[in-house]
């Protein structure tokens, strides 16, 4: 079974509807992270927690929100999703910062917002 | 403002040639520079890093270089494959909240 599982792993929706991606973990880790992907882009931070207590805006928060509800599991809002949103989402974790610090993606979702 | 400056954005190669993808940054707080490879349909995974008190990294046929001064670093991939194409993505992680900063990514196509 896969570490990191994403679900839905592709949708497409309405703009003004509500969207929850969410991700779970079986990998230990207490670092959770949302990422966007866009072509020519590159990969860029939503949110970030490095335990459930401790939630961090990326670079591009604004339009999402995000809840930890547990270690294992971290989901991502759209609360009134728009056109500009639609792109590849991607969970990732992580353990504490060490001298080693790799980071674990889950397989994606895809959101197509019409 | 992009932490992390990569290029090419594409690049293309025969069968055996030695692509060569380039990153920059200006933040000397970086402390860990990952590579990571994402073939279609697949999250991105990590392929080789390196930290900055050496200056180059080698696994199998993937090497790191890093030149602290310039505060740039690359990917050299030798003996190209066609199953090395995927898009690549260098990263530097900022010391203080562990984080990383990802380049824009370099699509590579390995022609057989």
């Known amino acids: 079974d896969a570490d990191v599982t994403q679900t839905p792993r592709n949708r497409i929706t309405k703009t003004g509807k509500r969207i929850m991606l969410e991700c779970s973990q079986t990998k230990g880790h207490d670092r959770m992270y949302w990422y966007r992907q866009d072509p020519g882009l590159g990969l860029r931070l939503i949110y970030y927690s490095f335990d459930v207590k401790d939630i961090n805006k990326g670079e591009i928060s604004d339009g999402y929100s995000v809840s930890r509800q547990a270690q294992a599991k971290f989901s991502l809002s759209l609360e009134s999703a728009i056109p500009n949103q639609t792109a590849l989402y991607f969970c990732?974790?992580?353990?504490?910062?060490?001298?080693?610090?790799?980071?674990?993606f889950g397989p994606g979702t895809r959101l197509t917002v019409l | 403002q992009q932490q992390v400056k990569q290029s090419p954005q594409s690049l293309i190669v025969q069968k055996g040639g030695i692509p060569i993808i380039n990153c920059a940054y200006e933040n000397t707080a970086f402390d860990y520079f990952p590579w990571y490879q994402q073939f279609p349909g697949k999250g991105p995974a990590l392929l080789i890093a390196i930290r900055p008190d050496v200056s180059e990294k080698k696994e199998g046929r993937f090497t790191i270089s890093f030149n602290k001064s310039a505060k740039q670093f690359s990917l050299h991939i030798m003996d190209s494959q066609p199953g090395d194409s995927a898009t690549y993505f260098c990263?530097?992680?900022?010391?203080?909240?562990?984080?990383?900063?990802f380049g824009r990514g370099t699509q590579l196509t390995v022609w057989p």
């Open positions: 990263a530097a992680r900022g010391s203080t909240l562990g984080r990383l900063y």
């Open positions: 990732a974790t992580s353990e504490t910062s060490g001298s080693r610090d790799t980071q674990y």
